[in-house]
């Protein structure tokens, strides 16, 4: 009995001591953001730590006042929270710096010694100093560390936004100078001066008009069919069409004085260019008195100028009393003319005035294709005659049927002779006309030969483009301005990080270690701190 006793003893005590060895081995595992409340639950530390810690704070910002000269304290005192193990380290060196103070007793009468061994004693007191550590870790792990990550990722993202607002504003600025350049082309300018160029550009533009005149010589043929056409159709052989075509085919771009009087000017006194824009502004008061000859041949109208005609013997009764003889002697001295067509063309003149000439002035001085009226009269007519032939060219495609040609056997051997190939090449030069006269840089031509201040709007409006490309590259300079310093923040802020995170290793380390010394070595884990 007594074997089995001792026996199950030994059993007993090693199974004992295995267990215990197992649970000096098991580790204990804080959360970090609990550390606090685990601290004070297991009575490590006091409920009210703050107000002792607040007493060593104040003493210690007492003592560092007075500090002997030493590399090493200024390190530990430089840019860093003063804690526990900052004071042992002090107290270590001052027992080197204060040594001649040390007294019989092994007592130092050095004020530097004293206060801070009272700190240190203040700090070991219901082991402040721990919940100190672990209030500053909490804080660290929980609200500064994130908190420079987040200012360092904000100066990531700015960067990128400033790269990207850069980049727009690169290309922003690259279309905007491009639209200027294009509308530049549009114009037929190259840019370097704009408003010089636009003037030029003015001064060019009445002999392209005379070039536009000139090509409708080639239209006789076309203005020939249409006539043969409408004559054959409507059986008129009096019917003018395309009046106003006629005459530049015949004349060229002539004075609109040569055109409605039928007659050249023996002088062209050209209006300034104010006096063309008030005319072209009033152009629907202007009144157009016709052409005398073709209206008196065609419908011939009765003007009442004042003037008494009586008997059949056509004699004018001026309120003159003449003799008989002055009478016959001044009839056989006046040409009537003929009679037939023409139509005396009488003008008052002021008393003293002399005969006026020939002499185109004001808007009749202007060319056919200056003035807006006659200018879109040609282009009526150039429009007519192409939907004309454009229809021809749409017959001659369409199989003949019996009516068509039994209507057109009697029509004029022009009509007859027409082929397609023909009638393409003569829409072919009236749209060449057509397009040449109603380009966008002859309409901008006309609207700056109408009014000067157009210039000044089209320049303006052209450099507006410039400035806003060099607004834009200015923005850009700013955007590279601020991705350099959102840079530079980052720069400033990552070894604050770096050092933030290497003291709060270094606390973790020194609280683990702490804790698991007050428990007999047992491994000590704070849960959560990663860094």
Sequence with gaps: MIAISTSSCLSSFIIGASFKQDYQNLPIDIQTSKLLDWLVDR??????WQGQVRIVREKIAMAIQDMPENEEIKQLLSGSYIHYFHCLRIVEILRGTEASTKNIFGRYSSQRMKDWQEIVSLYEKENTYLVELASLLVRNVSYEI????????????????????????????????????SSCKQYGITGDDVRRELLALVKDLPSQLDEIGAGAKGLLEAINLYQACVQFVCDSSTEQVVPLLRHMQAWGNT?????????KPTLVERPKPEEVKEAVDQEALQIDWGEFGEESASAPEVVDHGISVEGASEEIDWGISLESDTQESN??????????????QIMVLEDGSEVPEEVARGPDALTLLETPETRNQFIDELMELEIFLSQRIVETNEEADIL???????????LQDQTKEKLEVMVTAIQDLIGRLTSLR??????????PRYVDRVTELLHQKLKQADLL?????????????????????????????????????LIEADVSKRYNGRPVNLMGASL
């Design 404 to 414: 068509s040609v039994s209507q057109f056997q009697l029509a004029p051997p022009i």
């Design 442 to 451: 002859m309409q901008h031509l006309f609207m700056i030969l109408a009014s």
């Design 146 to 181: 994130p908190s420079l990550k987040k200012q360092i990722g904000k100066c990531q993202q700015l960067q990128q936004e400033y790269n990207r607002k850069e980049e727009e504003c690169q290309l922003a600025a690259t279309e905007m100078r491009e639209r200027f350049y």
């Design 43 to 48: 009575r490590h530390c006091s409920l009210k």
């Design 331 to 344: 009839a056989a001295c006046i040409d009537w003319g003929d009679g037939s067509d023409d139509i005396a």
């Design 473 to 509: 590259l200015l923005k850009k300079e700013l955007m590279v301005q601020k991705r350099q310093e959102a840079l530079e923040e980052q720069g400033t802020l990552e070894p604050k990080l770096d050092h933030l995170v290497q003291k709060t290793k270094e606390l973790q380390k």
């Design 255 to 263: 004075t609109v004085y040569e055109w409605r009087r039928g007659v």
